[in-house]
């Protein structure tokens, strides 16, 4: 008996949705000082915002083009698979799982300090019981089928989309900050717009979250491109008018000295409510952000299990369209991350699988085009071949970075993803 296939339900608000939901969070909350005290100069802050913006706009293009000849669920697990093999496709989706598992844990923790700073009546209860809550609230929200699950997507990026607006709009109403100028770099200004632009890129991550649902889209030839692209365009927007509301609000050494600068403008324009207003507005991310990594984490589970035998059951469909077993194991993996307290590591390790994934499937665009010229291409990456090279020049310094700012943590990653292998080869004989 056949198995039952995905749901093409999805559109183009849902790929705008996810694509918000999956990016907009609590980095840009946090970063806006970090990148201030590297640069020190408001002019610089802008640019490095606006190149780090137009450099993963650059990379939606070109991985709009994979989506759409390549309309498959699993992301970047399709990509590689298909340009280099089973086995190494297998590490990159075997690793991305991971990747969502562990920050699936982490998104489910920081649910629940936030809940706790914002209702500290809740105390009583611990940090970990209400992160499982949250995780396991979003596990039956899914359960209730795609249709439900996606319209929840998309009302929360609202919500969120709507409230970060608002912060902007009460700082830009505000009077002003009396002190600008310029901060003292710590270092040269080629080693300081490096570092910014390592962590303007991190913030911006989530943008290709679209990908991983191309075969749930009704028609992903024309919504993917729309989605990506739109969705990163909008993100960039967001990002840009939030820092100018934080420059506006603060002096620039205040910026540059903040941990969490918007709490800090937020104490500003709206007193002693400011901190309570910030930590709900990163309670209101946070929704958004649980729902579309769990949607992710189990569209890559899934797509592995239809290449493994012995996962099979991994890859039934309910009647609602959602992979059960795929997301019950999926959320059971990031539980037990968030309970056994080992999943901070995982989250540093993660981090060299995003950057590691994220420059094979630079590399596999390059490849595909090369060795597969008459695949159906309904969307052609704009700039081709310099916008290829480009961004995987990008994600290969990237990745270098990753690899010395964390030896440790990436050799451990290696180890993790080395498991893999075996793993599917036991699966295989079996």
């Not at 943008?207 to 649902?213: D, G, H, I, N, P």
């Not at 950057?355 to 969307?379: G, K, M, Q, S, W």
Request: hydrophobic share 55%; aromatic share 10%.
């Amino acid at each position: 008996m056949p198995k039952r296939p995905l749901l093409r339900i999805l559109g183009l608000t849902f790929g705008l949705a996810v694509i918000l939901g999956g990016t907009i969070g609590v980095g840009i909350l946090r970063t806006p000082g970090t990148v201030a005290a590297e640069l020190g100069s408001r002019t610089l802050i802008l640019t490095v915002w606006t190149l780090g913006g137009l450099y993963t706009l650059i990379g939606a293009i070109c991985f709009a083009e994979l989506g759409t000849s390549l309309p498959q669920t699993g992301g970047y697990y399709v990509y590689s698979r298909r340009a280099f093999g089973d086995r190494f496709g297998f590490l990159t989706g075997w690793t991305d799982w991971v990747t969502y598992c562990a920050v699936l844990g982490y998104i489910s923790i920081a649910t629940g300090e936030f809940s706790l700073a914002l209702v500290p009546e809740l105390s009583a209860l611990g940090i970990t019981p209400i992160a499982l809550a949250a995780l396991l609230a979003f596990v039956l929200l899914q359960w209730m089928g795609l249709k439900v699950s996606s319209r929840a997507q998309e009302i929360t990026s609202l919500v969120k989309f709507v409230a970060f607006l608002a912060l902007v709009a009460a700082c830009l109403r505000h009077s002003g900050a009396t002190v600008s100028g310029e901060v003292a770099r710590p270092g040269s200004l080629f080693f300081a717009v490096v570092i910014a632009l390592q962590s303007v890129t991190i913030t911006y991550g989530g943008w290709q979250s679209a990908l991983y649902f191309a075969e749930e889209d009704r028609d992903p030839a024309k919504n993917l491109p729309r989605s990506m692209i739109g969705g990163v365009a909008i993100v960039v927007v967001v990002y840009l008018l939030v820092n100018l509301a934080l420059l506006h609000v603060l002096p620039l050494p205040a910026l540059a000295s903040s941990k969490l600068p918007a709490a800090d403008a937020a104490d500003v324009v709206f007193g002693a409510s400011g901190q309570r207003f910030v930590t709900l507005l990163s309670l209101i991310s946070l929704f958004p952000l649980l729902n579309a990594i769990l949607m992710v984490g189990t569209r890559i589970l899934y797509a592995l299990s239809r290449d493994i035998p012995r996962w099979s059951r991994a890859s039934e469909v309910s009647e609602g369209g959602t992979p059960i077993v795929a997301m019950l194991v999926t959320a059971a993996g990031a539980m037990l991350l968030a309970a056994s307290g080992t999943f901070e590591k995982l989250v540093a390790i993660a981090s060299f699988f995003l950057a590691t994934n994220y420059f094979v499937c630079c590399i596999a665009l390059l490849v595909l085009r090369r060795r597969e010229p008459d695949l159906p291409r309904p969307f052609r990456a704009w700039g081709y071949p310099a916008s290829a090279i480009l961004v995987a020049a990008g994600a290969g310094i990237f990745l270098i970075g990753a690899i010395a700012g964390d030896t440790r943590n990436s050799l451990y990653a290696v180890g993790l993803a080395a498991v893999g292998l075996p793993l599917r080869a036991w699966f295989m004989r079996r």
